[in-house]
Every structure is written in C-alpha cells, then in structure tokens.
C-alpha cells in the first residue's frame, strides 16, 4: 500500500499551523482549569455520596450517629470538613494544583501504622482522567476545524482516530 501525499504552496501551510501554535493556549487553560475542577468534584463525591461499610458509632456535639468508612474506602463525611479544605488553585497557565489542606489528608489517603488508607484523592484523578483526556482531544479537534488545516489526529487513548 503506498500514501501520497502533496502538498501546494508550503507557506501557506506553514503559516496556518504557526498560526495554530500560537493561539492554542488560552483554550486550554480552560480545560486544564475544567479538569482539576473535575477531579475535586469527584473527590468531594466519593467522601459525601459513596456508601460506606466500616463501623457505626455515636458521636456527640451534635449527638448522632455516624457510619465511619473501611479500609480502601474513601473517607465518610462527618462534619463536612475535609470536603471544604479540597481546593484547586491555578498555578500558571497550563498547570493546576488540586489539593486538600486539612490536616489530616495525609494520614487518609495512605493511611498510618494504626488505620488503613482510605484514598480519595487519587481514586478521583483516576477517575476524571477520562473526562480530561476527551476534552483535550475536542478542544485539539476544533482549534485545528477553526484554523480549517486537514490533518489526522490520533488519540491514544482509547485508541481513538479522528480524520478531519
């Protein structure tokens, strides 16, 4: 099998896609701000809405009764605390920092000597990956429709083609 491929008047090429470099940024600092925004939504989620199994006790101060999670779970909400401390902060451009600031997230996420790990954060990235990586591919897809250039794109993940 033999492809062939010709192309007329270079310049023009060439400056459409120098043209694509050049107003691709901006775009994508709104993805990459959707996904770290994606990743704490999830986070949040999986403390407040997943079911949990670990033990029952009584708490006061309130009183009530609160159904703590079990090892390899995620946290089970309590008093709403470590949700409010997940937070994600722009650190430049193309770079944001999805991190919780309550003292003990540490101690959740990989646990200690005397308490199993109850990850939330990691399990939330893993789980917004999918969601980030599709809207990097649209965003690519319709900078590269706007500057009306033909190339094939190939997204790896999923092994997904789009000609356009």
């Known amino acids: ?4 491929v010709n192309i007329k008047d270079f310049k023009k090429v060439e400056q459409a896609m120098q043209e694509l470099v050049n107003n691709v940024g901006k775009p994508f600092e709104q993805v990459i701000e959707g996904g770290g925004q994606e990743i704490r939504k999830e986070a949040v989620r999986s403390i407040q809405q997943d079911p949990k199994s670990g033990i029952i006790y009584q708490r006061y101060n309130p009183r009530r009764r609160h159904q703590a999670s079990a090892k390899g779970e995620a946290p089970a909400s309590d008093t709403g605390f470590l949700v409010s401390q997940i937070k994600v902060q722009k650190k430049s451009p193309d770079e944001v920092v999805v991190e919780s600031t309550a003292p003990y997230s ?11 790990e109850r990850p939330f954060m990691h399990p939330a990235a893993m789980k917004a990956f999918p969601k980030i990586a599709k809207a990097v591919f649209n965003k690519v897809v ?3 429709k706007e500057f009306k250039v033909w190339v094939l794109i190939v997204l790896l993940y999923n092994k997904q083609y789009s000609i356009l």
């Open 142 to 144: 319709e900078k590269v």
């Open 106 to 116: 540490a101690f959740l996420e990989f646990g200690t000597s005397q308490m199993g």
């Open 1 to 4: 099998m033999i492809i062939e």
